[in-house]
């Protein structure tokens, strides 16, 4: 089996981003580019994989961690001399060299899979990645010669009235075998305008040498786009979540405005789940099947069971169990957690908190730092009182209990199972089972006293 070895480019600033940000670390559906173009790497079986790093090293290599090797590269004199500063790590081994550009997060693997395959087919030193371009302007050029042979490539600037007529063009992305890409390395100058050292020369070099130099053209163009600027950001942003959001479908997920569906890559959801429009789902989240999220949800790094109902709500690093409901206008914060059959209504918070199962919470309530039994009432207006200026205290409440509404509960209090609190009432002290605690001034009417009020 042929050794597999991949050269990422990372080590550039992205001026024309217009960012503090490096350029490679701006994301695409929930994903930085550089991590859009690792992942599938490592879906294409390439495990020796090295990053060149230069302009924000330390904030790449937090993005990538150890998943990759690293070369540095300190002052960036052009693509040729980012992978001049790989021989250490890769000079000396047999085999094939993937060299790609961390801005491009949307190669697939399969696309670098057949790349490899061509490149080995026709024992090329070095095989281009191509495609045809609607509007090539920008782009260098592939010229073949009558029989198909690739001859060079020409920059837009460079190319002659019939050079500009083609469509083929470059995408940045070449496979070498590794070897000759180092040796024909050495002997890369910085001739030119901008005194860097151009990976493309390499190609001339090869071609030069009588080395077999082939081009494999790919069918999607919409691979091959780099992200330069904002404009393209949101771009590629735009294919990738169609890319996403097909797939979904094609698994049994129902997108009812698939152009409003912002979804990102890492999300899982289950076959039956329904999607209305306009909701976005990021990070880490998992959603089981037969749900229902509906307009304007957004739902970040949580689980939802099956047969979940989120309908216009915020959910933030919380857990939904089976057959529970939240919203519509509700916001579950970090570390909210509702058991089954839980209902949460409109305009409600929770954070910090456990709900158990068949408990109802209304509307218009808070509920934080608390942990609240099965079946439990909690009344309109009920505020979890969690925090005394300093410190952040804790809640219980039993099972079968019952919240009045427009109670205060100041923690740390128990709640005890099967007790009730009034409507109304304030409660500062833990009460026992079946007690009724009762926390308010006893209404006086004043005979009269109304004619003496200024309206």
Not at 57 to 82: M, N, P, S
Not at 159 to 175: D, L, M, R
Not at 243 to 266: H, S
Request: charged content about 20%.
């Amino acid at each position: 089996m042929v050794n597999k070895n991949a050269i990422i480019l990372a080590a550039g600033k992205g001026t024309r981003m217009k960012s503090k940000l490096h350029k490679v670390l701006h994301q695409v559906c929930g994903k930085t580019m550089v991590e859009h173009v690792l992942t599938q790497l490592q879906a294409a079986d390439i495990q020796n994989i090295v990053t060149v790093v230069g302009y924000g090293a330390d904030t790449v290599k937090d993005a990538l961690g150890d998943q990759v090797r690293y070369a540095l590269q300190k002052q960036q004199l052009g693509t040729g001399h980012a992978v001049m500063q790989t021989e250490d790590l890769l000079g000396e081994l047999a085999g094939q060299t993937l060299v790609v550009s961390g801005d491009t997060p949307l190669f697939t693997a399969a696309t670098f899979n057949h790349l490899f395959q061509y490149h080995e087919q026709r024992h090329a030193a070095v095989t281009i990645l191509t495609s045809k371009a609607p509007d090539p302007t920008g782009y260098g050029r592939i010229v073949r010669n009558e029989i198909g042979i690739v001859e060079r490539i020409v920059e837009q600037k460079d190319a002659s009235v019939e050079e500009q007529a083609i469509h083929e063009i470059n995408t940045g992305v070449y496979c070498f075998d590794n070897q000759k890409l180092f040796a024909a390395l050495k002997r890369l100058t910085n001739d030119n305008a901008q005194g860097e050292y151009y990976l493309t020369d390499v190609i001339g070099i090869l071609k030069e040498e009588g080395e077999i130099v082939t081009a494999y053209q790919m069918e999607d163009f919409d691979e091959s786009m780099g992200v330069n600027d904002r404009s393209a950001l949101a771009k590629a942003t735009k294919i990738m979540q169609k890319r996403i959001n097909t797939q979904l479908m094609k698994d049994g997920v129902t997108l009812v405005d698939p152009e409003t569906a912002y979804i990102d890559t890492d999300v899982q959801i289950g076959q039956d789940t329904v999607i209305e429009g306009n909701v976005v789902i990021k990070g880490r989240t998992t959603i089981g099947a037969d749900c229902l999220i509906g307009a304007g949800s957004r739902i970040e790094d949580s689980t939802l069971h099956d047969d979940v109902t989120i309908m216009s709500s915020t959910l933030e690093r919380s857990e939904v169990h089976s057959g529970a409901d939240v919203g519509p206008n509700s916001h579950l914060r970090p570390e909210a957690e509702l058991g089954e059959n839980v209902h949460v209504g409109n305009f409600c918070e929770v954070k910090k908190a456990y709900i158990g199962a068949g408990t109802k919470v209304g509307h218009l309530s808070y509920i934080g730092d608390a942990t609240l039994g099965k079946k439990i009432n909690v009344g309109c207006g009920v505020v979890f009182v969690n925090y005394d200026g300093t410190n952040k205290l804790h809640t219980n409440v039993g099972d079968h209990a019952f919240i009045g509404s427009n109670s205060n509960i100041v923690a740390p209090v128990n709640i005890a199972a099967d007790s009730f609190v009034a409507a109304g009432s304030t409660i500062t002290d833990s009460t026992e089972q079946f007690d009724m605690a009762i926390a308010r001034a006893r209404q006086v009417n004043k005979p009269g006293y109304a004619k003496k009020l200024p309206w």
